[in-house]
């Protein structure tokens, strides 16, 4: 490459100057000028043929001659402009005008700038190669804009994917049971998110409810939030031992706590697990550093069941304890992730466990679904509308008695 010639953008093709000059010694002169600079040379000699040229193949720069018979550089550069497929094409005006109004109509017709009669040779090179420069900067730009676009096309794709398969995991109706009925909601705050839950029957009326919670959001929490649901799944081994006997909540914790160390997978998990008899009503719960359920009795006292233990992923350092308590007729149990609580209002205040817990125990009576939208409902005005900033999930069950022999 010769001294002064300008180098093409990455990924943008040597830069196209159009030449528009009715006098063929100008024409000549300044292709001299710039014959070391690199640039891909076309010329027309008036208005007319200047817009076919332009109109035939873009280029990057038009030099364009104001004074011409028939359209002039004037009318020429406002056709250029009008166009919005030439439109971005910089103009600089040749001419030998020097009244100031002359310039100012130039610019305001949309040149970039000006290069006065007679030409010295190093201000038309300066000048042309700032502007090239300028319009390669502006088509690299556009060009890595378009491929930024197709990326985010392809990373929603993968996301909507993503979101389908981790909704696929999630309960597609609730256990037949004339013991008790379940509800729940999912709002993810992004297409994917680190929330998921389940319902097990374990059979003997027996079944297990769990909700977790991975850190964080997006597709990285997303796939571990998948894999821990399917490490819960009852064939894993986790929630059932060989013989089919349902494994304990505690147990159950202590087996996914060494199965996913926080080492190898740099997220942390919490999860409420617990384990239902249908046919007494004891409910054994255990907890992974996750917000207590809410246990509503019929009478519309709110219970805790906080006992368990600290996060997923520390290979057994602390042991998690287990809870047993006795569900009784019209009693109602709600597990909730902490997007719920820690859910704020515009002016910062979280809806918290407190408002939470009145507000099941006020609605202890209405049909379970009917709580649910209400709660969904009750949580978006709180926030004001604005959409969460983290997802928010929950499942409730609501029992009517072990079911008669």
């Known amino acids: 490459m010769s001294a002064g010639t300008l180098p093409a953008m990455p990924g943008v093709a040597r830069a196209r100057v159009l030449v528009v000059d009715d006098t063929p010694d100008n024409r000549d002169l300044i292709a001299r000028f710039l014959a070391r600079e690199?640039?891909?040379?076309?010329?027309?000699?008036?208005?007319?043929?200047?817009?076919?040229?332009?109109?035939?193949?873009?280029?990057?720069?038009?030099?364009?001659?104001?004074?011409?018979?028939?359209?002039?550089?004037?009318?020429?550069?406002?056709?250029?402009?009008?166009?919005?497929?030439?439109?971005?094409?910089?103009?600089?005006?040749?001419?030998?005008?020097?009244?100031?109004?002359?310039?100012?109509?130039?610019?305001?017709?949309?040149?970039?700038?000006?290069?006065?009669?007679p030409f010295d040779p190093a201000e038309v090179r300066a000048r042309v190669r700032n502007q090239v420069r300028l319009r390669q900067l502006q088509r690299a730009l556009q060009l890595a804009n378009a491929e930024l676009l197709a990326r985010h096309e392809l990373l929603q794709q993968d996301l909507q994917a993503a979101a389908a398969i981790q909704r696929s995991l999630l309960p597609r109706s609730a256990p037949a049971s004339p013991a008790f009925e379940l509800a729940w909601r999912f709002v993810p705050c992004e297409a994917v998110g680190g929330d998921i839950f389940q319902v097990l029957p374990l059979g003997r009326d027996r079944h297990a409810l769990w909700l977790l919670d991975v850190a964080g959001h997006g597709v990285p929490a997303a796939m571990l939030t998948v894999s821990v649901a399917q490490a819960l799944a009852p064939g894993a081994g986790l929630v059932c031992a060989p013989d089919g006997e349902p494994a304990g909540p505690a147990q159950v914790l202590a087996r996914l706590d060494a199965e996913y160390p926080h080492e190898r997978f740099e997220r942390h998990v919490t999860c409420a697990y617990a384990l239902l008899d249908a046919r007494t009503g004891e409910l054994r719960t255990s907890l992974a550093a996750h917000p207590a359920p809410l246990?509503?009795?019929?009478?519309?006292?709110?219970?805790?069941?906080?006992?368990?233990?600290?996060?997923?992923?520390?290979?057994?350092?602390?042991?998690?304890?287990?809870?047993?308590?006795?569900?009784?007729?019209?009693?109602?149990?709600?597990?909730?992730?902490?997007?719920?609580?820690?859910?704020?209002?515009?002016?910062?205040?979280?809806?918290?466990?407190?408002?939470?817990?009145?507000?099941?125990?006020?609605?202890?009576?209405?049909?379970?679904?009917?709580?649910?939208d209400e709660l969904l409902a009750g949580l978006s005005a709180f926030a004001g509308g604005r959409p969460p900033r983290d997802d928010m999930s929950f499942l409730a069950l609501h029992f009517h008695g072990p079911p008669r022999a």
Not at 41 to 58: C, I, N, R, T, Y
Not at 65 to 94: N, Q, S, W, Y
Not at 305 to 320: C, E, Q, R
């Open 295 to 372: 246990l509503v009795r019929a009478g519309g006292a709110v219970e805790r069941l906080a006992a368990g233990g600290t996060v997923i992923g520390l290979s057994g350092a602390l042991p998690f304890e287990e809870q047993v308590t006795r569900l009784l007729a019209g009693d109602r149990l709600l597990l909730h992730t902490d997007g719920v609580v820690e859910l704020e209002a515009p002016d910062g205040r979280a809806f918290g466990e407190e408002r939470l817990a009145a507000f099941l125990a006020d609605r202890r009576d209405q049909p379970l679904q009917a709580t649910c």
């Open 38 to 117: 690199g640039y891909e040379l076309s010329f027309a000699d008036d208005g007319e043929a200047a817009l076919a040229a332009v109109q035939a193949e873009l280029p990057d720069l038009v030099l364009l001659d104001v004074c011409m018979p028939g359209l002039d550089g004037f009318e020429t550069c406002r056709r250029l402009k009008g166009e919005p497929r030439t439109a971005d094409v910089p103009v600089i005006f040749l001419t030998c005008l020097t009244d100031a109004d002359d310039r100012v109509r130039g610019l305001q017709l949309g040149a970039v700038d000006w290069v006065a009669k």
